[in-house]
């Protein structure tokens, strides 16, 4: 059967579209809705991922391994069972994500990470922690390729490495937010109820996590038709803008009819792997989590051995993240409006590897100051390329491949 003589699931009652023609100013207003209500949101689930991922960092700056009887090593090992969840299961994550939409799968990830980060206010011993690092890696595997994924319903190609650029941009605010809420926490409740702050640390941003989930479970549309129930395609757009967006994206890519319900088979991941174009993009994504993983873990902790102590290490990430954030979306403005990928990428990873040779080669009586200002170029600029990297790995790749390819 032909593609446009099949039925289009992206509509609520799996119909065909009619596609409809549309002024620019119409089109600029149904994408103003889009930019203003949906992605604000969408930062808000990234950020809560962020937090969670991240506030072992924060934890250690308050005895963490002390109180577990750990060492460094210990949380390397935890580190890499993480990192092993998350190389394991973000393509099947994915995969479910195709099969039951995105809208559905994601606030479901969401609330079982935050439970697992929940529960590691309560863990007794280094087993506790294994477990955990593992479980929350499961949780929140396929959040960023599968709501990378979910963006591409909303916006066209020529629009999504700035949209992108600001969805990975959450990564910045959360390093700018989290530090001095850790600080808070760490501060104001250690102690209290005979608990450390850690655990307090795990157990609030946890429960806020779970809360945004079912808040993820209300509000997000499948697709700009099948806006169902949610709070987006109920209430924010008219039809009226559901036809616009709808139309613009199958006139790109007309596969984005069959996106709903359809799960992922084997020839898909076969024409996925056997591309050869997914590989330079994974190299990419590689290098930047090379620098991304061990800033995120030991970020607060680096800036406690420059001689700062442990409360105020935790609200210097900030300016380093506000740094990320400026970085990112100039790169991403620039990308979008020169049309260009690969030299904005290789921009962003140079900065950052020239980050890291700061660190590396600049000697201890520098002083403090040199050595973060060091760190500010690594950590401000690690990763700001990833956007880019995955707006061009999504216009390379058809419908039926592009949740597979992001996931790799």
């Known amino acids: 059967m032909k593609p446009e003589n099949q039925p289009n699931p992206l509509s609520p009652q799996v119909q065909p579209v009619d596609l409809v023609e549309y002024t620019p100013a119409e089109e600029r207003r149904a994408r103003r809705k889009i930019?203003?209500?949906?992605?604000?949101f969408v930062i808000l689930c990234?950020?809560?991922l962020q937090y969670d991922r991240t506030n072992l960092g924060n934890a250690q700056t308050d005895n963490f391994a002390k109180s577990l009887g750990m060492t460094t090593a210990h949380i390397n090992t935890g580190q890499t069972l993480f990192t092993l969840g998350m190389v394991l299961l973000e393509l099947p994550s994915n995969m479910v994500a195709k099969k039951v939409g995105p809208n559905r799968w994601i606030p479901c990830i969401m609330f079982l990470w935050g439970l697992i980060t929940l529960c590691q206010a309560f863990i007794k011993n280094r087993s506790g922690f294994y477990a955990t690092r593992f479980l929350l890696a499961a949780g929140e595997a396929g959040f960023i390729p599968g709501m990378a994924w979910y963006l591409t319903r909303f916006y066209v190609s020529a629009e999504l490495s700035l949209?992108?650029?600001?969805?990975?941009?959450s990564n910045s605010i959360a390093g700018m937010t989290s530090g001095p809420l850790a600080l808070g926490i760490l501060r104001g409740l250690s102690g209290r109820n005979g608990w450390h702050g850690w655990q307090y640390l795990f157990l609030i941003e946890g429960a806020m996590t779970m809360f945004i989930a079912v808040l993820a479970f209300l509000f997000l549309p499948n697709s700009p038709m099948?806006?169902?129930?949610?709070i987006v395609g109920h209430v924010v757009m008219t039809r009226r803008d559901a036809a616009i967006l709808t139309s613009r994206a199958l006139r790109e890519d007309p596969q984005k009819a069959f996106a709903r319900g359809t799960a992922v088979s084997m020839v898909d991941i076969r024409d996925t792997f056997f591309d050869w174009r997914l590989y330079g993009h994974c190299v990419s994504a590689f290098l930047s989590s090379v620098i991304l993983t061990p800033v995120n873990t030991y970020g607060p902790s680096i800036v406690k051995q420059l001689g700062y102590s442990g409360y105020i290490a935790n609200g210097m990430q900030a300016p380093a993240s506000a740094i990320g954030l400026l970085v990112s979306l100039t790169l991403a403005w620039s990308s979008d409006k020169t049309r260009e990928r690969g030299v904005h990428?290789?921009?962003a990873m140079i900065l950052?590897?020239?980050g890291t040779l700061w660190l590396a080669l600049a000697p201890d009586s520098a002083g403090k100051r040199v050595l973060y200002g060091g760190y500010l170029m690594t950590a401000g600029t690690m990763a700001t390329g990833q956007a880019i990297n995955a707006s061009w790995l999504?216009?390379?790749?058809?419908?039926?491949?592009r949740p597979i390819a992001l996931a790799c």
């Open 163 to 169: 949209r992108l650029a600001i969805f990975w941009g």
């Open 345 to 347: 990428i290789s921009i």
């Open 352 to 354: 950052s590897f020239a």
């Open 46 to 48: 990234f950020v809560m």
């Open 226 to 230: 099948d806006g169902g129930r949610s």
């Open 35 to 40: 930019d203003s209500v949906l992605l604000p």
């Open 394 to 401: 999504s216009s390379r790749f058809d419908e039926r491949r």
